[in-house]
């Protein structure tokens, strides 16, 4: 099991950024992949971004694609998403998540652990 930890979110205006990072403990961080999703109110859970284990490939959600990046520092067991050119339509909360290979990436049920989530919230 892994314990997960987001932090850095917040209320930030339109073109803004912010950087998530999502704090890691328990199993071997290097050993799963991440990822990163959000959901906004009324809204399902959606896929925003997810990593490999060593960090050499990432995918995204198109509405994300080109302003967002995933990165992760096996050393600090931490995984981050820097968020640029923020829209009011990216208000969410968004929560990392362990991938343990169990199916494919963009489903939420394919994730085994998750964070509590933080708020970002974006105005217009």
């Known amino acids: 099991q892994v314990q997960l930890v987001e932090s850095g979110g917040g209320l930030v205006q339109a073109g803004d950024s912010l950087r998530l990072s999502c704090a890691a403990s328990g199993r071997t961080f290097s050993s799963y992949a991440m990822g990163w999703f959000r959901q906004a109110p009324g809204k399902e859970r959606e896929f925003v971004a997810r990593?490999?284990?060593?960090?050499?490939?990432?995918y995204y959600a198109d509405s994300v694609k080109g302003r967002f990046t995933i990165s992760r520092d096996n050393a600090k067991n931490t995984v981050y998403l820097q968020m640029n050119s923020l829209k009011p339509e990216d208000t969410a909360v968004y929560y990392c998540?362990?991938?343990?290979?169990?199916?494919?990436?963009?489903?939420?049920?394919?994730?085994?652990?998750w964070g509590q989530g933080t708020q970002v919230t974006v105005s217009s």
């Open positions: 998540a362990a991938d343990y290979g169990s199916g494919s990436y963009y489903y939420a049920r394919s994730y085994g652990d």
């Open positions: 990593i490999s284990r060593n960090g050499g490939r990432a």
